[in-house]
């Protein structure tokens, strides 16, 4: 939230900075070209991510551990039986698919891999928002006014007698 404070304060002085001055700051257009560079750099970070994926599956892995209920199983003196589990969301419900032993090992690899491509992917939309929000940043930076805005000389002006109208007489 205090990024958010720092970007909207410092749009509005720089706003104020060209309305009022009518200059162009170097230092401060110089300042997001570096934020912009640096925010390219992460983006392409984020890209190599996404295109190094392998194979993925849908969901998350887990070990779920339960109780069968039969009274003389170590189960009900709390050593549970543990599974595992591709944990999924449909229809907004999540829903639990067992994963055989023999699977185990490939799910979770694949799990692992869906679960990095979301990440990068939702690190990438933040990047493409902040880039968008220092190109402007940069454009409003880098833009001036025209006409400049000078002030007016201020000109007296002499009143003019009853017999100066200009005009022909009659």
């Known amino acids: 939230m205090a990024q958010v404070d720092d970007f909207c304060s410092g749009h509005l002085r720089s706003v104020y900075d060209i309305k009022m001055t009518g200059t162009v700051s170097r230092e401060k257009a110089s300042r997001f070209r570096q934020q912009l560079l640096q925010t390219e750099r992460a983006r392409e970070q984020q890209v190599e991510t996404l295109l190094g994926a392998g194979t993925m599956v849908m969901g998350s892995f887990v070990t779920l551990g339960r109780k069968c209920g039969k009274?003389?199983?170590r189960c009900a003196r709390g050593e549970l039986h543990y599974s595992k589990f591709l944990s999924r969301s449909e229809k907004g419900r999540s829903r639990p698919v067992y994963v055989?032993?023999?699977?185990?090992?490939?799910?979770?690899a694949?799990?692992?891999?869906?679960?990095?491509?979301?990440?990068?992917?939702?690190?990438?939309?933040?990047?493409?928002?902040?880039?968008?929000?220092?190109?402007?940043?940069?454009q409003q930076?880098?833009?001036?006014?025209?006409?400049?805005?000078t002030p007016r000389?201020?000109?007296s002006r002499r009143r003019k007698s009853k017999g100066e109208d200009g005009g022909s007489e009659r």
């Open 71 to 73: 009274p003389s199983c």
């Open 100 to 108: 055989r032993s023999a699977d185990e090992v490939d799910v979770a």
């Open 110 to 138: 694949k799990a692992e891999s869906y679960r990095r491509f979301r990440q990068a992917r939702a690190e990438l939309m933040k990047l493409a928002d902040q880039t968008a929000h220092l190109a402007d940043e940069l």
């Open 141 to 149: 930076e880098m833009t001036e006014p025209y006409p400049p805005q």
């Open 153 to 155: 000389p201020v000109r």
